[in-house]
Structures are given as structure tokens and as C-alpha cells.
């Protein structure tokens, strides 16, 4: 079974200013996909960035990144330059390998509500 | 469209009562998900379609909930009996096969007084 968790219920942060919201996971899979989503007060679900286990390099997406570290079993989103417009439910996501038990769906976490003050 | 169409977008029904929930996905895209979202909760997997095969199914709270997919169209989650535990807003999402992104649709909100 696999297993998404975000510990920080909220976070808070100044524009302009960088964040990390955190996302660890557990999985028996031997390769994944780790997924952020953006979810703002509109409840409208917005992709953000992809990470492949097997991707040697950190995802980026403009102002996202993703700070995978696979022995720690993490996949932090870090925003640089935070705006106004950031400020949303934060949801991580993993989907299983093919021919594994969790292929298919994707695993969301709890979320994180990030406030971006001015 | 574009995008990913659910209707009704807002659903007031009476405890006991059946509801339908349609879902449009992207044109192309083989893999559905019906997902359930309570206030300022995180996203609850009901049920996953491959084509109109449903692999995992796993996600059912109960026998009142059922969903079926006309080929590699439309979607239909059908409620019955809803209680108010019921209530929440219920999201589709659609992926190109069963890989990549979910694009997900506006929900679903259930009330059920």
C-alpha cells in the first residue's frame, strides 16, 4: 500500500520571500511517481510538477521545484519568489509503477493550506 | 470542451434520496478517477476506470455507491440512499492511458440535509 504524508497542516510565508512544503511517502513499489498539486479557494485541482523516481535530476517548473530525496523517502516542493496568487491548498500525490499494486490511481496526502502575507 | 465537465455542479438532495454524478472527460483520455473531498480534507480515491474496466474499485465506502463508464466516454457516479456522511465534493479527473498528470474537473458538491 502506499502512503502519502504532509505534516505541516499550514504554513505561512512573506512574498518575495522562498518555502518548502513538505511530502513524504512509503511505498513497496520499486519505481513511482511523485505528483504536487495546487488547490486554490476556487477548489479547482492544478498540476504543478512531476517527479519520476528513477529522474536523476530534480524537477523544475518555473517558480517550483521539487527536492527529492529517495533514501529519505521525501519529495518536498519548494516556491521561490512567493506571490500573492500562492496562496492554496498544497496537495502531493504518488502513483505506483506499471504491473504494481498502486498503478493507476494516484495517493493524495492531507495537504498543506499556504498563506502568502504581503 | 477542453477540459474535464462535470455536472450538476451543486446538488442538494434529501437523506435516503438516489443522486447521479456525471463526469466528461478530456477527449482521448482512457483513465478516469472519481475522487471525494469533505471540507478541508485531502482527496479520498473511490474509483479508478482503464477504458470502461474498473482495475480498482477499492475506493467504494459502500454497496450505495456505484460508477459506470460508457467506453472511453462518459461517467456516472450513482449514490443510494444518501445519508449526510454523503455530503462532500466529488472530483473527476481524466490521464492520457494511466500515466502522467490527472486533469481534474470543477467537482461535484453533494449536500445531503
Known amino acids: 500500500a502506499q502512503k502519502i504524508t504532509q505534516t505541516q497542516p499550514g504554513m505561512f510565508v512573506q512574498e518575495k520571500e522562498a518555502v518548502t512544503l513538505d511530502c513524504t511517502y512509503d511505498t513497496s513499489d520499486p519505481s513511482y511517481g511523485l505528483f504536487w498539486y495546487k488547490q486554490p479557494s476556487s477548489g479547482e485541482m492544478i498540476f504543478l510538477i512531476y517527479?519520476?523516481?528513477?529522474?536523476?535530476q530534480n524537477a523544475t517548473e518555473g517558480r517550483y521545484s521539487l527536492n527529492f530525496q529517495k533514501a529519505r523517502k521525501s519529495a518536498n516542493l519548494v516556491i521561490s519568489a512567493s506571490q500573492l496568487g500562492d496562496s492554496a491548498m498544497y496537495f502531493c500525490?504518488?502513483?505506483?509503477?506499471?504491473?504494481?499494486?498502486?498503478?493507476?490511481?494516484?495517493?493524495f496526502g492531507q495537504g498543506t493550506i499556504l498563506t502568502v502575507h504581503p | 470542451g477542453a477540459g474535464v465537465s462535470q455536472s450538476p455542479s451543486n446538488k442538494v438532495t434529501e437523506k435516503g434520496k438516489d443522486v447521479e454524478l456525471r463526469c466528461d472527460p478530456i477527449s482521448g483520455h482512457t483513465a478516469l478517477y472519481w475522487y471525494r473531498q469533505r471540507l478541508g480534507q485531502g482527496l479520498e480515491f473511490l474509483i479508478y476506470f482503464q477504458g470502461n474496466s474498473a482495475p480498482d474499485k477499492s475506493g467504494l465506502p459502500s454497496d450505495r455507491f456505484s460508477a459506470e463508464r460508457t467506453g472511453e466516454s462518459v461517467s456516472t457516479l450513482t449514490i443510494q440512499r444518501t445519508q449526510q456522511e454523503d455530503s462532500a465534493v466529488y472530483l473527476c479527473?481524466?490521464?492520457?492511458?494511466?500515466?502522467?498528470?490527472?486533469?481534474f474537473g470543477e467537482g461535484s458538491r453533494l449536500t445531503v440535509l
Open positions: 479527473a481524466s490521464s492520457l492511458m494511466n500515466t502522467g498528470e490527472l486533469f
Open positions: 500525490a504518488m502513483r505506483g509503477a506499471a504491473g504494481g499494486t498502486s498503478y493507476g490511481k494516484l495517493t
Open positions: 517527479q519520476g523516481s528513477y529522474d536523476q
